[in-house]
């Protein structure tokens, strides 16, 4: 077999597909605990319990930890020693508008350069969210959410934009959960999300990038409003 066969062979097949490891296999699971509150903001993370708990060595877990931090999630102070983070409302707000300025910028060049295909995939998450019933878990409608937003961010076909929204979303993924899980919040979003495909759908740079911007300015009010119920010990 020469060259240019078993290489044309290794194509049909299809490559390999990239196996995850401990580390990130860990940070899932403790992103998602941080997602839900059962890793509350601001509580130490125990090295030893966690890796106990999750029957890794230290070694992984630290890795795992490193992720986290890089997304914002773990912080360490100056003992080195790690914390769930515990942002304030205006950093949250200050890297909201970041995002917003990043998904507006998104939303203009995804209407260039975005396929058939990418807009129906966003199309598609759109109607899962609005036909989802209450019995919906709201890590499930949360998790359509950000793939609604990331789908038309792969669409703009920009390599630092993807890059730094990639970043920025990370620090904000617990706070625009808590937002999501409102009632009055998700109606909000599903209205929002028309708008947007709406504008994607017609192909409409300006209409689109407005409606993104907006979409992120309103999440704020949201978190506002959620973090003052639960510091009134209510749910949000």
């Given at each position: 077999?020469?060259d240019?066969?078993?290489?044309e062979?290794?194509?049909?097949i299809?490559g ?22 059962k890793?509350?903001?601001?509580v ?10 999750l ?29 769930v983070?515990?942002p ?11 995002l917003?300025?990043?998904e507006a ?23 899962r969210?609005?036909?989802?019933d209450?019995r919906?878990?709201?890590l499930?409608f949360?998790?359509?959410?950000m793939e ?8 703009a ?6 890059e ?6 990370a ?7 808590i ?9 909000r ?30 999440a ?9 119920r639960?510091e ?5």
């Amino acid at each position: 077999m020469g060259d240019t066969a078993w290489a044309e062979e290794l194509r049909e097949i299809g490559g390999i597909g990239p196996r995850r490891s401990l580390a990130e296999r860990a940070a899932d699971t403790l992103r998602e605990f941080i997602l839900l509150g059962k890793l509350p903001p601001g509580v130490a993370v125990r090295e030893r319990e966690l890796a106990e708990a999750l029957s890794i060595s230290r070694t992984p877990l630290k890795e795992a930890l490193r992720i986290l931090e890089n997304e914002g999630l773990i912080v360490y102070g100056p003992t080195r020693r790690p914390r769930v983070a515990d942002p304030s409302l205006e950093e949250l707000a200050q890297n909201l508008a970041v995002l917003g300025a990043l998904e507006a910028l998104a939303g203009e060049l995804a209407c260039k350069n975005a396929t058939d295909a990418e807009i129906a995939e966003a199309a598609g998450l759109e109607e899962r969210m609005r036909l989802a019933d209450e019995r919906t878990e709201s890590l499930q409608f949360f998790r359509w959410d950000m793939e609604f937003h990331q789908t038309i961010v792969r669409a703009a076909r920009n390599a630092p934009l993807l890059e730094s929204h990639r970043t920025y979303n990370a620090r904000l993924w617990r706070a625009r959960f808590i937002s999501s899980k409102m009632r009055t919040a998700r109606d909000r979003t599903l209205g929002q999300h028309n708008d947007i495909l709406s504008a994607l759908q017609a192909r409409d740079a300006p209409a689109c990038a407005s409606h993104m911007r907006l979409h992120l300015e309103a999440a704020i009010a949201n978190i506002a409003a959620t973090q003052e119920r639960l510091e009134a010990g209510g749910e949000p």
